[in-house]
């Protein structure tokens, strides 16, 4: 029976163009960032080559109006982009669930406490809080600015997966549970979990991408990490420094493109798993 | 899948819309009595960690705030003085606490160094305007234009193909980024619009017909690109709604009845339209972001800009200051969405949803 469920949902999962579109992108882009500091000789940082070159075959992206080659900090800057999604997104998630589980199953004041911090924290602007947080940080790193991230985007998915977990907890099989005498925790992870899996994947997808994009606002605004290179900081150097107006394209498109693609694959990969879940929007 | 989905499968939706006056006023009192309690802790919340921040983060923040400030001779003496005093440091933390809701209360938010020595409170108040004019016309038409062409598209075969990949692009592209793009291919390839500025820099504001068509100028493009990205969002999350809603059980009954495929989609509509009313309260932070870094590609002089020229000259009170009026901006709005609500959801004015 398991097999058989597993079966469908990879037999619609291999027929689902927007997912094999999306995962595509995203797979060309995972392996740029594993193979692309191969493929380069010169540290991002590094003054290196002519000033303001155009993509030649020296430099494939060319480099900026101080020398430095581009390919270089955006593979770099790819790497900063996944592991901000990979850790803040994670940790919105697991928050998210953390909130959210305990919220749904324990129903009453738990409930109303939790969800009363979720709205206040939902209604107020991430971006304005990482903003003073991180202004006041001394030395910026990646991982902190995840950690940052993560710890301000849980509130939607909290709110997402309480209403799931609502929906679940007063089903037959969680009442059999308890009636046997399973403690709550060991409920919540094997029987209300295991069948929103499917969701929570969603969840984590969605906070993945969220996490990239305000990372890249946040440093575009000059706030990203002071040790490391990152693509909203490549395009925060771009307009620093004219790129705009003396005409250096090759600067400030290739980072844009690269969180867009990585956003917008995330996306419709949700779209598609989404498709592939929920039988009632298959027939398209 | 979208924000604020899940109520999209909601069992509510099965039940027959009541007829509009049907209005019990004690439930929209409750409505609104526990939204305003959860924006009146929110302020409360947004305020305390307004003051927190300095206090709490390693090191003096007198010291650090001077070390930044150092470059500014003339001000420096009269800085250190003045930190000290706001800081208040030799005073209980609950009467620091007290103090800084008393400062605020008056209207104080401290002095800028970046405009030294102008009260960051006038220095925000010259460029919300600026903020509201670019923001409430983008928000308004991103999200009606959104709205009506994701329904539209919804389940026509040829536009779901074109309109939709390109949907997820725009919601998927950083709004710096748009705003770039824009700036570069029709500020300086084709030279159309000036990508700099407010207003023309041999301007002074006025009210002459010089003045508006030079702001007008300045203003389209950020308005753009702000407009662009709220569109393919709203778009999809629209298209992907009525399909939800196009396979509820009323939706099928009324296909069964024979009704017409428009009378079908206008109910599909009707109740599709209010998950994205919510989903646009909670878009705000995000669209707010979006403006902030939008107007930072533009040099255009509202908050963001501030925000910017407040971390580059470590202006520690302005940043605070746009802090709070960020937040308190979002609280607004977010309560005229909820007004929109009960006049959207005949539901809310029965007290059938309580949030």
Redesign the interface.
């Known amino acids: 029976m398991i097999n058989l469920k597993k079966n469908e949902i990879l037999y619609f999962a291999l027929r689902n163009n927007k997912l094999k579109v999306g995962l595509a992108v995203l797979l060309l882009f995972v392996v740029l960032t594993i193979v692309g500091p191969l493929l380069t000789n010169y540290p991002p940082m590094d003054y290196v080559g002519p000033l303001s070159a155009p993509p030649s075959s020296e430099f494939w992206f060319g480099t900026t109006s101080f020398g430095q080659d581009i390919f270089s900090q955006f593979v770099h800057g790819l790497k900063a982009s996944f592991l901000v999604g990979i850790v803040g997104g994670g940790l919105g998630t697991l928050l998210g669930m953390l909130v959210g589980f305990t919220a749904g199953y324990r129903g009453g004041m738990v409930d109303e406490a939790l969800n009363m911090l979720t709205n206040i924290v939902l209604v107020i602007p991430t971006l304005a809080v990482l903003l003073i947080i991180v202004a006041y940080l001394e030395v910026r790193g990646i991982f902190i600015e995840s950690i940052f991230i993560g710890c301000t985007a849980w509130p939607w998915a909290a709110r997402a997966i309480r209403a799931q977990t609502f929906s679940l907890r007063s089903r037959d099989f969680v009442d059999l549970a308890r009636l046997s005498g399973m403690n709550s925790l060991k409920i919540i992870f094997t029987e209300i979990a295991p069948n929103m899996m499917s969701y929570l994947l969603l969840v984590f997808i969605l906070q993945f991408g969220g996490a990239v994009l305000i990372a890249a606002t946040l440093d575009f605004i000059g706030l990203g990490p002071t040790d490391a290179m990152s693509l909203g900081l490549m395009m925060n150097n771009a307009v620093l420094w004219g790129a705009l107006i003396l005409g250096i394209w090759w600067w400030f498109i290739p980072p844009g493109v690269a969180i867009t693609a990585i956003v917008g694959a995330l996306y419709i990969t949700n779209v598609g798993l989404d498709e592939v879940f929920n039988p009632k929007l298959r027939e398209m | 899948?979208k924000?604020?989905e899940?109520e999209g499968i909601h069992p509510l939706r099965l039940q027959v819309p009541r007829p509009i006056g049907y209005i019990q006023g004690g439930k929209v009192k409750r409505y609104f009595g526990r939204k305003l309690l959860?924006?009146i802790?929110?302020f409360f919340?947004?305020v305390t960690?307004?003051w927190m921040?300095?206090r709490f983060?390693p090191?003096d923040p007198v010291d650090?705030l001077m070390a930044r400030a150092g470059s500014f001779a003339e001000s420096t003496e009269l800085m250190h003085d003045y930190y000290s005093k706001i800081f208040g440091l030799d005073v209980p933390l609950w009467q620091q606490y007290l103090n800084f809701w008393n400062a605020l209360l008056h209207g104080d938010l401290g002095i800028s160094v970046y405009v030294f020595p102008l009260p960051v409170t006038t220095v925000i108040m010259r460029a919300v305007p600026f903020d509201i004019l670019l923001l409430v016309p983008a928000i308004l038409l991103s999200w009606f234009a959104g709205n009506w062409f994701g329904a539209f598209a919804a389940r026509s075969k040829r536009l779901d193909n074109t309109i939709l990949?390109l949907g997820?692009?725009l919601?998927?592209?950083?709004?710096?980024?748009?705003a770039?793009?824009l700036?570069?291919a029709l500020?300086?390839?084709f030279n159309i619009f000036p990508?700099s500025g407010g207003y023309s820099y041999a301007m002074t504001p006025s009210l002459s017909w010089a003045f508006i068509w030079s702001y007008l100028q300045h203003w389209f493009l950020p308005f753009l690109s702000l407009f662009l990205v709220g569109f393919g969002g709203w778009a999809i999350g629209m298209r992907?709604m009525i399909?939800?809603e196009l396979?509820a059980d009323y939706s099928h009954y009324l296909e069964a009845l024979g009704a017409p495929r428009r009378l079908v989609r206008k109910y599909a509509f009707r109740n599709a339209v209010l998950p994205q009313l919510t989903g646009l309260a909670?878009a705000?932070?995000?669209i707010?972001?979006?403006a902030?870094?939008t107007e930072?590609?533009f040099s255009y002089p509202g908050i963001g800009y501030l925000?910017?020229q407040a971390?580059?000259t470590r202006d520690?009170f302005l940043?605070?200051g746009?802090?709070l009026f960020?937040?308190l901006g979002?609280?607004l709005a977010?309560f005229a969405i909820d007004i929109a609500y009960v006049f959207v959801d005949p539901r809310t004015r029965i007290g059938m949803q309580g949030?």
């Open positions: 899948m924000i604020g899940e959860i924006y802790l929110t919340v947004a960690i307004d921040i300095p983060m090191g650090a990949p997820y692009i919601t998927a592209t950083p709004y710096m980024w748009l770039m793009l700036a570069w500020g300086i390839v990508i992907n399909i939800y396979e909670l705000l932070g995000v707010v972001a979006g902030l870094v930072v590609v925000i910017l971390i580059n520690f940043l605070q746009c802090f960020i937040i979002v609280l977010n949030e």
